[in-house]
Nanobody
Framework: VQLQACGGGLVQAGDSLRLSCAAS????????MGWFRQAPGKEREFVAT????????YYADSVKGRFTISRDNAKSTVYLQMNSLKPEDTAVYYC????????????????WGQGTQVTVSS
């Protein structure tokens, strides 16, 4: 599975952005998908995950209520809708795929996109 993320940019605090991650391959619906982020000088951290069927989602406390992960299996694409953005959301955002179906730990993800930069100014 190859993943291509896009949709990042420079926005002001309080604005919204939607990230997209397109996957290659014909078995997209069998993969759990997640979003992670890495800010300068910090470790990569979990943001959100969604199961293959989209029945289950889970969020980091820092984004709960502001971010929404979703997927369109017909388009082999996973999304991250980010609302009420804060300067502390500034990071490179990565999409990732796993065969476990539901995973929070980055070590359980086998496939990674190249990352897209999100910068939130105050």
């Amino acid at each position: 599975v190859q993943l291509q993320a896009c949709g990042g940019g420079l926005v002001q605090a309080g604005d919204s952005l939607r990230l997209s991650c397109a996957a290659s391959g014909r078995t997209f619906s069998s993969y759990g998908m997640g979003w992670f982020r890495q800010a300068p000088g910090k470790e990569r951290e979990f943001v959100a995950t969604i199961t293959g069927s989209a029945r289950t989602t889970y969020y980091a406390d820092s984004v709960k209520g502001r971010f929404t992960i979703s997927r369109d299996n017909a388009k082999s694409t996973v999304y991250l809708q980010m609302n009420s953005l804060k300067p502390e959301d500034t990071a490179v955002y990565y999409c990732a795929g796993n065969k476990v179906a539901f995973a929070i730990s980055a070590s359980l993800y086998s496939y990674w996109g190249q990352g897209t930069q999100v910068t939130v100014s105050s």
